[in-house]
């Protein structure tokens, strides 16, 4: 089990942080192309993307961002809301680290959250503030259940 779903079916609150690292390649950047239709020449042609003076071709930035839903899905968040802030281009084999913290909860799960994306620098690659629902005590029960379940699939 998930340490973030451990956590999760312990009960989430204003503070808690959940950090995940993903090291992005040119085959998931040319897939997210293709699910999104996002052909933009800058993830496509190193000669556009120095033309924008970038280094070479870049990874799409929802692609990148999107490693929010990770954490999201991991804790059975229901997002009402996203805001992206693209500092800086991610460039294919970067190693991207997010740190998404609750930063508001309130008695009906509504809950608040930013997130900052790093590269292995130490720069920052996206700023992101989230708006959403917080599993309540039933839907802890129904994920405990889930996790008992998957475990027990696995001991088999």
Not at 24 to 45: A, C, K, M, W
Not at 132 to 155: C, D, N
Request: aromatic share 8%; with cysteine.
């Amino acid at each position: 089990m998930s340490d973030i779903r451990k956590k999760t079916i312990a009960g989430l609150k204003a503070g808690d942080s959940f950090t995940l690292t993903r090291t992005f390649t040119e085959e998931e950047t040319l897939s997210f192309g293709e699910i999104s239709r996002d052909q933009n020449p800058v993830h496509y042609s190193d000669e556009f993307a120095r033309a924008k003076n970038l280094e070479g071709k870049i990874c799409h930035g929802l692609l990148v961002g999107g490693m929010i839903t990770e954490v999201g899905g991991q804790i059975g968040w229901l997002a009402s809301g996203m805001n992206f802030r693209f500092r800086r281009p991610v460039y294919f084999g970067d190693t991207i680290t997010c740190v998404f913290t609750l930063t508001d909860v309130d008695e009906r799960s509504r809950a608040r959250a930013e997130a900052v994306l790093s590269n292995q620098h130490g720069e920052t690659v996206i700023d992101a503030w989230l708006t959403g629902v917080l599993p309540g005590p039933e839907e802890q029960e129904v994920m405990s259940a889930m996790m008992s379940e998957q475990e027990a699939m696995s001991r088999r």
